[in-house]
């Protein structure tokens, strides 16, 4: 640990699941903790790598996703600060699931699975707190996959609910996204094409449901977003 302690603490105390340990048990924590920084594109973790550790993003964005076998991309995941990262190979021991790749700069401290075990055995709140991480993650996957099979127009509101869930800031004019994303990979979390994704983006805008400022999104009428969900346009 380094000259940010005071920020680590920060958000290991208020944005992760790490803020249900007693400070001395934190602190404890945080003293095996590394220090670690990725630049934009570089992978945190590939599909395959040991489980021998797991993170906590301290300040950037980053998108779990898999290469299917026809070289397609699949987003299941955008996380930021305070998100936990590998937590459930950490757990187990076994090799990654899935890519973690940085979508802008990520500054990040990472725990080794013998130091996370130890700390969880004395104070089991935060591993309830973990296990509930897991499966919030599983019931999203699962969102996931029941909205897969909607037409373009229901998958792309259902995606963009799904996001406000996990990233949106309520501000006076609606929901905003509190993550920037490229087409590419906002398509292939909805499981669009970038082409298609522009399209319904632009229906959805005409409808008056969401504005976008500079790859920003805002949902401006949220109940009205999920009617268009449900009415699968």
Do not use: C
């Not at 699941?17 to 594109?41: I, N, T, W």
């Not at 070289?71 to 930021?80: H, Y």
């Amino acid at each position: 640990m380094g000259s940010d302690d005071s920020l680590v603490h920060d958000v290991l105390r208020s944005r992760s699941v790490f803020g249900r340990l007693p400070d001395e048990a934190l602190q404890g924590l945080m003293a095996r903790g590394r220090s670690v920084r990725f630049a934009k594109g570089a992978a945190l973790y590939r599909r395959g790598d040991a489980g021998d550790s797991m993170m906590v993003i301290i300040s950037g964005r980053a998108k779990i996703s898999n290469i299917t076998d026809d070289a397609r991309e699949v987003v299941l995941n955008f996380l930021g600060p305070g998100d936990l990262i590998g937590e459930m190979a950490a757990l187990d021991g076994s090799p990654r699931s899935a890519d973690v790749i940085a979508l802008e700069a990520v500054d990040g401290i990472l725990f080794y699975r013998r130091d996370m075990l130890a700390t969880l055995e004395r104070h089991p709140a935060a591993l309830l707190g973990i296990v509930a991480e897991l499966a919030r993650k599983l019931r999203m996957t699962s969102a996931m996959v029941e909205h897969g099979v909607l037409q373009m127009s229901g998958r792309a509101a259902r995606g963009l609910l799904r996001l406000a869930e996990q990233h949106g800031r309520e501000s006076g004019d609606g929901t905003r996204l509190d993550i920037k994303l490229s087409q590419r990979d906002l398509g292939s979390y909805l499981g669009l094409s970038r082409e298609n994704t522009s399209r319904e983006l632009g229906r959805l805008r005409e409808a008056g449901l969401i504005r976008t400022e500079g790859g920003e999104i805002v949902i401006v009428d949220r109940e009205g977003l999920e009617d268009w969900a449900v009415a699968d346009n």
